[in-house]
């Protein structure tokens, strides 16, 4: 079963196509790139899919439920995460888990050993009591993606969660990806570092609201004669219209 489908998924806001006839499918346990430039399409397209925001034709299933009928029910088996907000910094460490435990909807008695298994995992033992707003930014990004994966959800969105961090913790941040996949999660990701790109089992690349190209990082860079992901994007974001 796939984790993700869409059928000529369209969203518009009055004249303007913010995304335009999207069609693919994301497997489970896939890791699925989601690039393209600012103004592309791809977070008004991940408001959709998240059930936030109704398609205007087209659909879409997450998780096995439909993004348009049961939007409610694709936020309880999906995960997000963004750069810009994912903890509560006048929260403790702890104090965040147990929040987002909560909204989740584990069960109380289950939130108390699986807290302190994460911070065992997390090595954050010393750091339980801390305020999230000083610890290092890339210990606050792993932290919120192991609060967002915390209920083990079919999928999880991430938006450009690595935006801010070094190289080194980058590749540490993909390290738990890598390991929420092996255990089935699906990650649907974005990030305009290109490097990334290459994590992936295959990647789309947006431009004015369509997908203009979709496969494994290997075969892009086959078909487009690139050496990198890099030199593949730009030569499909030269085409753009939208500024």
Known sequence: ???????????????????????????RG?????????????TTAIRVLCGLSKPTSGRAEVAGFDVATHPER??????????????YEDLTVRENIRLYAGIYGI????????????????????WRDRLVRVLPQGWRQK???????????????LDEPTGG????????????????????????????????????????????GRIEALDSPRRLKEQRG???????FRQLARGARRT
């Not at 999906?78 to 810009?84: D, N, P, T, V």
């Open 1 to 27: 079963m796939n984790a993700i489908t869409t059928e000529r998924l369209t969203k518009r806001f009055g004249a303007f196509t913010a995304v335009d006839n999207l069609s693919f499918e994301v497997k």
């Open 30 to 42: 896939e890791i699925f790139g989601f690039l393209g430039a600012n103004g592309a399409g791809k």
């Open 74 to 87: 694709v936020k309880r088996h999906i995960g997000y995460m963004s750069q810009r907000f994912s903890l």
């Open 107 to 126: 069960p109380t008695a289950e939130i108390r050993t699986k807290s302190d298994a994460l911070l065992r995992r997390l090595e954050f033992g010393d």
């Open 143 to 157: 932290l919120a993606f192991s609060v967002a994966i915390f209920h083990e959800p079919a999928v999880v969105f």
């Open 165 to 208: 961090v070094d190289p080194l913790t980058r590749r540490q941040f993909w390290e738990l990806i890598y390991q929420a996949a092996d255990r089935g999660i699906t990650i649907f990701v974005t990030t305009h570092y290109m490097d990334e790109a290459e994590y992936c089992n295959r990647v789309s690349i947006m431009v004015d």
């Open 226 to 232: 690139a050496a990198t992901m890099d030199e593949v």
